[in-house]
């Protein structure tokens, strides 16, 4: 070893204890995030996306799903299909930023009600949305 590291005295050892202390305080606020969250979140709404697309006859695998999430090509799905998934996920996003941020319910009932009629209405036309986009 080139450098002998320095001997700690007592008040160094104050000072290492001191910074283990606040590390535990604050251990659950300095923690990174998992990755399994985000991924389970975005293979959640891509499977409800999924499934509610197939209901309309717009099948895709739960492959291409994902990769139409992070916009990036599909890799069976034809166009068409691809801008109908695109367009309900973009739509469902749109609903879900508002009703989070408090547009749709801030009008208490009306508010549920116009959210629920967007909604309906997003099942009727979504390659409408894609193709506005």
């Known amino acids: 070893m080139l450098f002998q590291p320095p001997v700690l005295d007592a008040e160094d050892m104050r000072v290492v204890d001191e ?5 535990h305080k604050l ?3 300095l923690a990174q ?3 399994w969250k985000g991924q389970l979140r975005r293979n959640l709404k891509a499977r409800a996306i999924r499934g509610s697309n197939s209901i309309e006859g717009y099948d895709v695998s739960l ?4 990769a139409l999430m992070e916009d990036e090509e599909p890799l069976d799905a034809d166009r068409r299909t691809s801008l ?3 367009g309900y996920r973009n739509a469902l996003t749109y609903i ?3 009703w989070s941020a ?4 801030s009008a208490g009932s009306q508010g549920r009600r116009w959210a629920s009629m967007v909604s309906a209405s997003m099942k009727r036309t979504p390659c409408l949305m894609a193709v506005a986009r």
């Open 19 to 23: 910074i283990e202390q606040l590390r």
């Open 84 to 86: 109908e998934i695109v």
């Open 102 to 105: 408090g547009y749709a319910g």
């Open 27 to 29: 251990r659950h606020w």
């Open 33 to 35: 995030p998992r990755r």
């Open 63 to 66: 492959d291409d799903a994902l």
């Open 96 to 98: 879900q930023r508002d």
